[in-house]
């Protein structure tokens, strides 16, 4: 079984930054495709990023591209979410996800096995 446990959420404003971290544990980390995922109230989960086992290949929304960055530390089971320039529609809380096989990366959320708790990400204007 794999656990995953999300942290860095909190309360921030518009044009600032966080980094959320996603630490796994229970299986072979670096074999697994990972991804973040985020729901608004009243919205459905969405896709936000994704990265393969060797963390050599992401995958963005567009929504998010290019004030988002998506990382892993194979050594310390730990995926990363370097979000900046965050805005007010950025809020929501945001969950981690991995896949149970597969290093490659996908974007819908059926495709990952494993999910954390979520951590809220709130931006203010």
């Known amino acids: 079984q794999v656990q995953l446990v999300e942290s860095g959420g909190g309360l921030v404003q518009a044009g600032g930054s966080l980094r959320l971290s996603c630490a796994a544990s229970?299986?072979?980390?670096?074999?697994?495709?990972m991804g973040w995922f985020r729901q608004a109230p009243g919205k459905e989960r969405e896709f936000v990023a994704t990265?393969?086992?060797?963390?050599?290949?992401?995958y963005y929304a567009d929504s998010v591209k290019g004030r988002f960055t998506i990382s892993r530390d194979n050594a310390k089971t730990t995926m990363y979410l370097q979000m900046n320039s965050l805005k007010p529609e950025d809020t929501a809380v945001y969950y981690c996800?991995?896949?149970?096989?597969?290093?490659?990366?996908?974007?819908?959320?059926?495709?990952?096995?494993?999910w954390g708790q979520g951590t809220q990400v709130t931006v203010s204007s």
């Open positions: 229970g299986r072979t980390f670096s074999t697994s495709a």
């Open positions: 990265i393969n086992g060797g963390g050599d290949t992401t």
């Open positions: 996800a991995a896949r149970r096989i597969g290093q490659s990366i996908v974007v819908h959320a059926l495709d990952y096995d494993y």
